[in-house]
């Protein structure tokens, strides 16, 4: 799952109207409805990094991508992302 979680200022084509801050109960809710085995979220946003700790122990892959965040800015939340950025690269060019 790519998104709602992303940075309005990196969100690609991912209409601003939907994105949403990193929130449990609706993760909670998406993961219900069906098999998510994997999400993408910007780190830097305030309750990332809880929502990261909830995913991984839930079984769920997490991948950085859509992120203002500066290359470096937390080697926590870089560490709790896992290995998989996603379309973050681009966006850190621009800093």
């Given at each position: ?66 992120s203002?965040?500066?290359p ?9 992302c ?14």
């Amino acid at each position: 799952m790519e998104g709602p979680f992303l940075s309005p200022k990196r969100a690609g084509t991912h209409p601003a109207e939907l994105l949403r801050a990193p929130d449990t109960e609706l993760t909670e809710r998406l993961l219900a409805a069906g098999s998510i085995t994997q999400v993408t979220l910007a780190p830097e946003l305030p309750g990332a990094l809880e929502l990261v700790v909830f995913l991984v122990r839930t079984g769920v892959r997490v991948s950085c991508g859509h992120s203002d965040a500066a290359p470096g800015w937390s080697p926590t939340s870089s560490t709790r992302c896992g290995r998989s950025p996603t379309a973050t690269p681009e966006s850190w060019a621009r800093h």
